[in-house]
């Protein structure tokens, strides 16, 4: 038996595309299924002006295979010596959606990142004023904060200090792995959202760690445990409009992923909408898949909802994902999730 599901196109609010040859490999498994994403700008070196990601953009573009259509929305880098005006203007131009923060060292590619948050006030007040959003990776780094409560107590130190102190800031926090954040959008009416990996939505840390560790489930901020789990599910199910879809797909090559240190990161691209539509229907929330993947991260960012739409059609036979895709000189490792998917992208 065969069920269909038409939804608007999704959006992905969250994405690394990278640079050069992965980005060639990389954007069209996102074009196929999305209209637009969030490109993160953590290149090395990262985008942090709007020069950068001007250049950025037109290498996307160029990337784009002709059949596909595709919108970066780009974002900035935020730095300690990020200038406000150039900001403003790369707002202003419809360059920019949106400016990154990254505290200096939690996460890859993160060292050019902010250590001292006073030193990006003026910053923070410009886009308050002009509103642009602020995307949050919301975890401290301090070598004594267990790595597992990074982000709750980046909530508690950092977060919230900055929500209060610059009101009107519309701040994204970016992949939430905790109650804790779910949590905190809840309790904020206001200027606030989140967005929700596929990861993050299905596994816990036990299914990263038992029984031997598996690499490319190791992403940060780091699987949680499953009561953190069951929080992000209960929120994505619920339909709330703060919480939509950022995959947070972080392609890396094989060989940095199946590596002594491991990459953080895990590449969901290709099948993140199957197993999205799995999840949710295995929730009781087949209905609200649309409004995490395609209208609520629109009616944040004050953008328009994609007008086409995508069918999700679910069979009898297992889908089958290519299990890496040449990269380069390189492969990268396509996410397995460790279960059978029924639901494609038809
Ligand atoms: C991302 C990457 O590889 O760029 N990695 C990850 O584990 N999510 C960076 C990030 O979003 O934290
Ligand atoms: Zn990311």
């Keep these: 038996m065969t069920q269909s599901l038409t939804i608007t196109r999704p959006d992905d609010w969250h994405l ?8 060639q490999t990389v954007l069209p498994e996102t074009a196929r299924h999305f209209a637009r994403a969030i490109i993160m700008p953590n290149l090395v070196p990262p985008v942090v002006n709007s020069a950068d990601a001007a250049a950025y953009r037109t290498r996307i573009m160029a990337a784009l295979p002709a059949d596909l259509t595709f919108e970066p929305l780009m974002t ?23 400016v990154k923060l990254y505290p200096a060292g939690a996460t890859t590619n993160s060292s050019s990142g902010v250590r001292d948050f006073d030193k990006v006030r003026p910053v923070l007040e410009k886009m308050a004023e002009i509103g642009c959003p602020l995307c949050v990776h919301g975890e401290v780094t301090d070598r004594d904060i267990d790595i597992f409560d990074r982000e709750a107590v980046f909530i508690d130190r950092v977060l919230d200090p900055i929500r209060r102190s610059i009101p009107g800031l519309r701040v994204v926090m970016e992949h939430i792995t905790t109650k804790n954040g779910a949590d905190y959008v809840l309790a904020n009416d206001k200027d606030l959202g989140a967005t929700i990996t596929v990861q993050h939505l299905i596994f816990d840390r036990n299914d990263m760690l038992v029984g031997g560790m598996r690499p490319h489930y190791y ?9 953190h789990r069951e929080a992000l599910r209960a929120a994505a199910f619920s339909g709330d409009k703060r919480f939509f879809l950022g995959t947070d797909s972080a392609p890396h090559p094989t060989h940095a992923k199946e590596a002594e240190c491991c990459a953080a990161g895990c590449f969901t691209a290709p099948n993140a909408l199957s197993i999205l539509a799995q999840t949710f229907e295995e929730g009781g929330a087949l209905d609200k898949l649309e409004g995490f993947t395609s209208l609520h991260g629109p009616a944040f960012y004050g953008l ?43």
């Design 76 to 98: 900035l880098y935020l730095t300690e010596d990020t200038d406000p005006e150039d900001v403003a203007a790369a707002h202003a131009s419809g360059l920019i959606t949106s």
């Design 304 to 346: 328009p909802v994609n007008t086409d739409t995508i069918t999700l059609t679910k069979g009898d036979a297992e889908v089958a994902f290519p299990e890496t895709l040449p990269a380069g000189d390189h492969t990268v490792t396509v996410f397995d999730p460790g279960f059978p998917l029924y639901w494609r992208v038809a």
């Design 16 to 23: 690394h595309l990278r640079d050069g040859a992965m980005l």
């Design 219 to 227: 992403c940060l901020p780091i699987l949680k445990r499953r009561e």
